[in-house]
């Protein structure tokens, strides 16, 4: 089976930086990496995704500030994220998106990010 272990979450001052990290391990093949967050009270969204291929996709709140990044031979992937808002606030998921035998999604169990004023 495969499973994904975040880490690198927590409480950083407005204006600050973090980087998130996500491990995963078991067998699966061509895949697609993306973070999610949620927010308290709102619904998940997507904040940033990459392929095997490299093209990668940014949410406009958080474009110019963050950058995914994977290292695709140790199955890891990263999100860096600078000039943090209390808007960045959330739970951040790590998404694996396994493109064969058929599309499936696996999940971290989240890492929270808190951006104090």
């Known amino acids: 089976q495969v499973q994904l272990v975040e880490s690198g979450g927590g409480l950083v001052q407005s204006g600050g930086s973090l980087r998130l990290s996500c491990a995963a391990s078991?067998?699966?093949?061509?895949?697609?990496w993306g973070w999610y967050r949620q927010a308290p009270g709102k619904e998940r969204e997507l904040v940033a995704r990459i392929i095997r291929g490299g093209n990668t996709y940014y949410a406009d709140s958080v474009k110019g500030r963050f950058t995914i990044s994977r290292d695709g031979a140790k199955n890891w992937v990263y999100l860096q994220m600078t000039s943090l808002k209390p808007e960045d606030t959330a739970v951040y998921y790590c998404?694996?998106?396994?493109?064969?035998?058929?599309?499936?999604?696996?999940w971290g169990q989240g890492t929270q990010v808190i951006v104090s004023s």
């Open positions: 998404n694996l998106r396994r493109q064969l035998p058929n599309e499936f999604d696996y």
């Open positions: 078991g067998t699966f093949f061509i895949a697609e």
